[in-house]
């Protein structure tokens, strides 16, 4: 399937995907001291593009900034170091990117700083991610509410995209796996839906497209963030706001979205069908124009947000 596992660059180099290996001491591999990025590349209609990569790289920026990370490249590099990565594997297939900033080894102990921080980054193909064997296309995944609760903020930053966190979304996903379901749902602190373990989630209700706030801790997903975009180019009414458990029973559609997963339509929640088990109309509109936009098919917002990876 994968014939381009080629070079992953470090720290400025690109270097054979086998020999890309770190010290087992490293600190982030002992005390979770990472942050990382998921970015997707497409196949487009001109080329391959990069979706969005000033926004995810600036959230890897704003991740190492909250863990004290002195990331010796300036954003630019880093995005140019994407495209390097991405052409030192090119088969004319489309990426996952997994740009990762992490404090390396040199001195046990909790505190991180005197590491020198070092960044990697690695492109494969990486099918869909949580696709269903044999599923019929009109039907969505089961999710189940995790008994786990999502980090909250007074324990966790969950604005920066920590490894540390999933371990948090783990533990959720192999307990929705083990019960038979596909996902997990997880609920804040104060009862509310938050995301899944590695995806935020919207709900749609009397035609309102409706998703948790950042502020209740959910990621600021750039796939989200795109779904909101679209939705505000299409008239589709929508409004951020908390999420009760039994609202998501009830909800006429619900879906996933995230850069590896992206949009998935539910059809089953905690053993409740969504509505009649379908993918929902508002689902496939969103779903439809998200796709013309990531392979630039005719979308205004495209060219805002697609870095073509040969012609840079
Ligand atoms: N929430 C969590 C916990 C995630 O890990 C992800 C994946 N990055 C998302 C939401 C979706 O974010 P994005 O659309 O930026 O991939």
Redesign the pocket.
Known sequence: MTNNRKKIWMDGSLVDWNKATIHILTHALHYATAVF??IRCYKTVNGLAIFRLSD?IQ?LINSGKIYFMDIKYSKEELERAVIDTINANEVGEEFYVRPIAYYGYGKMGVNPLPNKVSIAIAAWTWDEYLKKENQHKEKGIRLMVSAWM?IDGRTMPFLA?ATA??AN?ALARVEAIRAGFDEAIMLNTNGKVI??????IFIVKDGLLITPPITSG?????????VLAIAKENNIPHEIRDITRDELYIADEVFL?????GIKPVSEIDNRIIADGKDGSITNRVREKFELIVHDRGNNLSKKWLTFVKNT
């Open positions: 990025e998921g995810h959230r999502r995209k966190n999933y979304s995301e899944a373990s590695a995806e935020n959910a990621l600021n997903g750039i796939t989200r963030d795109t979205t995230g850069t590896a997963a």
